[in-house]
Nanobody
Framework: QVQLVESGGGLVQAGGSLNLSCAAS????????MGWYRQAPGKQRELVVT???????NYADSVKGRFTISRDNAKNTVYLQMNSLKPEDTDVYYC??????????WGQGTQVTVSS
């Protein structure tokens, strides 16, 4: 089992910035991927960005150039710096951890609200 603790999020005006973090603990494989997804009410959860333990990043087109993901492997923690936020970025953001055995784990979600 892997436990994820998310922090950050909140309310910000359009054009502002927020930072999310997600700390993983438990049965963490050396090779893994962590990342962020987001979901609006009534919609499917969608990829925001992921990063592997080797540092490979995969961004959704909608956030490229505005969001930056980083990770501290020693702390099993991933960070998401969100700049130039837009109202359409308003969603619940979920942290995901995927081990090399294919098992995936989700955080509880954190609300990000961008006002216009």
């Amino acid at each position: 089992q892997v436990q994820l603790v998310e922090s950050g999020g909140g309310l910000v005006q359009a054009g502002g910035s927020l930072n999310l973090s997600c700390a993983a603990s438990g049965s963490i494989f050396r090779f893994n991927a962590m990342g962020w997804y987001r979901q609006a009410p009534g919609k499917q959860r969608e990829l925001v960005v992921t990063i592997t333990s080797g540092g490979y990043r995969n961004y959704a087109d909608s956030v490229k150039g505005r969001f930056t993901i980083s990770r501290d492997n020693a702390k099993n923690t991933v960070y998401l710096q969100m700049n130039s936020l837009k109202p359409e970025d308003t969603d619940v953001y979920y942290c995901k951890h995927a081990n090399a055995d294919g098992r995936a784990y989700w955080g509880q979600g954190t609300q990000v609200t961008v006002s216009s």
